[in-house]
């Protein structure tokens, strides 16, 4: 399987927000592109590659802020769910970050969301935290999970 990861860009929003929509229903179209235009708000796409036409499979969208990277959102489509897309957008994420000069990745994830906790934990990622009572519909705790970013060989200015 070939697997590409890019960059969304404005007319690419309408094919990738079914994924979103799927995996976060209360999140409109409209919310959905202004939050991936926003300043310093990254949001990637990971697509399959067959026969020249591109499917896509999942998102990412990050948040960029001084020293760190925010995973707000990462999502795989439904049928593809288990098939290493997660992965796949988590490397894109922490190559982003790495090349930012990030020090750290840091996100908030649901205490009962397993298949993401999952995926965070096997990534390296550590529990540094949690929010009482952060998410609503319905009430949740939110646990902080961060990584630090290696730069091995990489001479990172400031
Ligand atoms: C969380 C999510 C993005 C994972 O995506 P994915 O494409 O299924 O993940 P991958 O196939 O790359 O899985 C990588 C690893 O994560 C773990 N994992 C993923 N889903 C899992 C599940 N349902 N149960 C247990 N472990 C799971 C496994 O360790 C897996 O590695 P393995 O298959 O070799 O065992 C996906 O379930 C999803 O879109 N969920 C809805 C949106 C969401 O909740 N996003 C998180 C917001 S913070």
């Known amino acids: 399987m070939c697997y590409s990861v890019a960059s969304v860009q404005p007319p690419q929003l309408p094919s990738v927000y079914p994924i979103a929509q799927a995996a976060f229903p209360d999140w409109s179209f409209k919310a959905f592109s202004e939050e991936a235009q926003r300043p310093r708000y990254t949001m990637r796409m ?82 540094i935290g949690r929010r009482k009572r952060y998410y609503r519909a319905p009430v949740e705790d939110a646990i902080v999970f961060a990584r630090e970013i290696e730069h091995v060989g990489q001479v990172v200015e400031r």
């Open 46 to 127: 990971a697509m399959r590659c067959v026969s020249g036409e591109r499917e896509v499979l999942g998102f990412s969208l990050l948040w960029s802020a001084p020293d760190e990277v925010h995973i707000l959102n990462i999502a795989s489509a439904p049928v593809w769910r288990r098939k290493g897309i997660g992965q796949v957008l988590l490397e894109d994420a922490l190559s982003l970050a790495r090349r930012e000069g990030a020090l750290q990745m840091i996100l908030e994830v649901r205490a009962s969301n397993t298949p993401a906790i999952a995926l965070y934990t096997k990534a390296g990622f550590l529990e």
